[in-house]
């Protein structure tokens, strides 16, 4: 896969031309699919990326976007990366994502999710849903209601409830790999470590790095989250923008993408950049090539934000909380490895991490080329990872 087009986080600018299908060629994307309902205000996109390694696998996000130019983008954008996401995790699962345009604070409804789980199920397995930015356990419900091929479902429903708390885990075990690689060391004790966002991953994160005395900094544009982790972990409340100039060892956005860009990558000052948000860098290869210039390690963010899709993962099998908690401890050691083959390889880590996620593929695409009785007997594609659901 290449790295032609330009992230385009929710509420950034779109800064290319559109041409659907040459982002669709250019991305390497399967199937776009759009949902119209507009008797109950459903306007969706699902996009399958790849699935060379198994269905494809992503939440559905819901965002108040500015055009559905943006809103096409995102989903392509997002698509892609659960499918990197994914093959990098070891996980059996391809890439694939959902945007509902649309107020989540106002415009939800019954309907609204019923209607998309019809949609969904439509695909037969080809694409499985799960929670994402503006949806919550009550959507997944509805949603549930339409379709068996939805993940982080509630609890007392069977499945894996929210993912934040193993996302949070795994964020903390990249965070360590980082810190074993740049210091020798994966102590974390006296290190400066700065966290911008104090939303759910960033309360389990923070819980587990105020454990190990670190000296602990939080942000979040509505003080009084901030002041919640403070209050729990001793955490020291910055200003928001304060937070790219503080003097720190470690930064860890885990709030939105696009954090580390053309304005904020010459005012960081710390050694390493470990967080749980999606899309960090604002252009992957531009600034994972100026990290390393300036002598920051950066620890990928899907690579170390996979808890939650490896939490999902576990559901569709039966889920099994301590077997996830224990699958999503390796990212230490994939954490690790990347370091070690961007090194070898003169690269940038984020660089290294797509192409060892690129080589998985290939690989698994080549042994599909060897007949097997499972591939042709085993029923439709997606439907051997679903337990039975009515
Ligand atoms: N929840 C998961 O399991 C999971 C899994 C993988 C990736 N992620 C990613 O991690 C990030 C955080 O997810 P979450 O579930 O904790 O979300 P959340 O909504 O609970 O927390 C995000 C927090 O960031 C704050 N925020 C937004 N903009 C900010 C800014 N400019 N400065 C400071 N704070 C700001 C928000 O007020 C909020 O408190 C997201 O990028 C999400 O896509 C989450």
Redesign the pocket.
Known sequence: MNDTINRVETGAKVNKDFELFSDLQNMEHEQIVFCSRPEVGLKAIIAIHDTTLGPSLGGVRMWNYSSEKEAIRDVLRLSRGMTYKSAISGLNLGGGKAVIIGDSRTQKSEGLFRAFGRFVDGLSGRYITAE??GISEREMEWIFTETKYVTGIPKHMGGSGN??PV?GYGVYMGMKAAAKRAYGSDSLEGKRIAI???????SHLANYVSKENAALFV????PE?AKKIANETGATIVD?DAIYTLDMDIFSP????GVVNDDTINVLSCDIVAG???NILDNEEKHGEMLVRKGILYAPDYVI?A??IINVASELEGYNEQQSMEKTSRIYDTTLQIFDYAEKNGIPTIAASNKLADERIKAVAGIKTVYSSKSHFSGRKGETYLRNRS
């Open positions: 994402d930015v993912p934040s996302t911008q966002g104090a939303g759910s991953v960033a942000t979040d544009i509505f989250k928001p885990c709030a939105l993408g749980g948000a999606n934000n808890g939650g």
